[in-house]
C-alpha cells in the first residue's frame, strides 16, 4: 500500500488536490472512498461544510491553477431534430419513444443564421450544429459544410460539429469546412452503456473520436448523469473520456422525457450533481468540465458551487430539447462568482 492509499479525509484530499494541481487525475477509487467520508461524517447535502465543502473548494483551486477564471461557453443549433433510429432509452428523439419532439430533416438558413448571429452577439466563444441520428449522411454533410463555410464570413466563433457516427472521410470533410471541434458523448460508462443503448456500442463512439482527432479536431466528450448509473460510474465516464482524448467533458442531467423508457427515473439530487461536478474535476484536471443540459432545474446556489467547485465550462442558450438558461442570466451569474466569459 503506497502512501496515498492510507489515507482518509482531508488529509485524502490534501494528497489527491497536490497531484491535481500538477494535472494527475486522481484514481476513482480514492474519490469514492472521499465520498464515503462525506457520508460518515456530515450531513451528505451540505456543500457549504465538512470534507463536502473542502471537496468543492480543491475541486476549485484545481479549476483556477490549470484553467484560470475564463469559463468556456458554447452553444448549439440543432441541425436535424427527432426521426432517429436508434434505441438510446434517454433520448426525446429516438422516433421508438414517442415523445412528439419536434421533427425535422434539415434546419432552414434563416433558423441556422439567426441562431448564430444572435450567440455571436452575445459573446458566445463556440457554436456547433448537432443531429439527431445515428449519423448523418455525406449528402447532407456537404450542405452542412455549406453552412459552416457562410458562417466563417460573418462571425468568429469556433465551429463544432455533432453528427452521429462520421467516418474519416465525413470528418475529413467537415474539417475541410472549418471544424475544429467534434462532440461525441461517450454518454455513461463503459459498463453502464449497454444497459442504455444495443443499437450502437461504445466501440463504435470510440471509433470516430479516434478518427476525429487523427483528422485533426479536438473532441469533446461526456455524457449524461441521473440515468439510475452509480458515483463510481459516473466517474469512469469522465475517465474513460480523458483517456479518450477529450479535451472537453459536457456534463447533462437526464431530463426524464415522457415516452422515454427513463421517463420515471427520480431526478438526481442537487447535492450527487454538487459532488460529481467536483470529483470529475479532480478525475480529469485538465479537462474543462462543462455544465450543460439540464442545468434550468438546479437551483442558483448548487449552480454556483458547481461554478466555484469545479465546473468551468456551459453550454449557454437555449439547449437541445430542454430549455436553458437565457444568455443574459447566464452571464450575470458567471460574473457573480468570479468568472469571466
Ligand atoms: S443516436 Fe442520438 S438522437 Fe438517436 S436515440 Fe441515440 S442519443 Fe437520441
Known amino acids: 500500500m503506497n502512501d496515498i492509499e492510507s489515507l482518509q479525509g482531508t488529509a485524502l484530499l490534501a494528497a489527491i ?18 465520498a464515503d467520508d462525506i457520508n460518515s461524517s456530515q450531513a451528505p447535502h451540505d456543500w457549504n461544510s465538512g470534507l463536502f465543502s473542502a ?7 484545481v479549476r483556477e491553477a490549470l484553467h484560470g477564471d475564463v469559463a468556456d461557453t458554447c452553444s448549439i443549433v440543432n441541425g436535424r431534430s427527432g426521426r432517429c433510429t436508434e434505441d438510446c432509452k434517454w433520448c426525446a428523439q429516438a422516433s421508438r419513444h414517442h415523445t412528439g419532439c419536434r421533427e425535422y430533416e434539415f434546419v432552414s438558413d434563416e433558423e441556422y443564421f439567426s441562431t448564430l448571429r444572435a450567440n455571436d452577439a452575445a459573446g458566445v466563444k463556440r457554436f456547433s450544429i448537432v443531429c439527431s441520428g445515428r449519423k448523418v449522411a455525406m449528402n447532407d454533410i456537404r450542405r452542412f459544410c455549406d453552412l459552416y463555410r457562410r458562417s466563417q464570413e460573418i462571425s468568429g466563433m469556433s465551429l463544432c460539429a455533432s453528427m452521429g457516427l462520421l467516418n474519416r472521410e465525413e470528418l475529413q470533410a467537415l474539417y475541410d469546412a472549418g471544424v475544429r471541434r467534434y462532440h461525441c458523448n461517450l454518454e455513461t460508462s463503459a459498463s453502464y452503456f449497454p444497459t442504455l443503448c444495443t443499437t450502437h456500442t461504445r466501440e463504435d463512439k470510440l471509433r470516430t473520436i479516434r478518427m476525429a482527432r487523427e483528422v485533426g479536431m479536438e473532441v469533446c466528450s461526456g455524457g449524461i448523469i441521473g440515468m439510475g448509473e452509480t458515483l463510481a460510474q459516473r466517474l469512469e465516464l469522465a475517465a474513460e473520456s480523458r483517456d479518450a482524448g477529450a479535451i472537453s467533458i459536457p456534463v447533462n442531467l437526464l431530463n426524464p ?8 427515473t427520480p431526478l438526481i439530487s442537487e ?3 454538487v459532488l460529481t461536478i467536483a470529483l470529475m474535476r479532480l478525475v480529469a484536471p485538465k479537462q474543462t468540465i462543462r455544465f450543460a443540459g439540464g442545468r434550468a432545474r438546479m437551483s442558483a446556489d448548487a449552480t454556483a458551487r458547481m461554478l466555484r467547485g469545479g465546473a468551468n465550462g456551459a453550454i449557454v442558450g437555449d439547449m437541445l430539447t430542454t430549455i436553458g438558461n437565457a444568455m443574459e442570466e447566464d452571464r450575470k451569474l458567471f460574473t457573480s462568482v468570479g468568472l469571466k466569459i
Open 17 to 34: 488536490e497536490e497531484k491535481a494541481l500538477r494535472g494527475e487525475p486522481a484514481p476513482i477509487s480514492l474519490c469514492l472512498r472521499l
Open 55 to 61: 471537496i468543492c473548494d480543491a475541486a476549485d483551486r
Open 257 to 264: 422525457i415522457k415516452g422515454t423508457p427513463l421517463e420515471n
Open 271 to 273: 447535492p450527487e450533481v
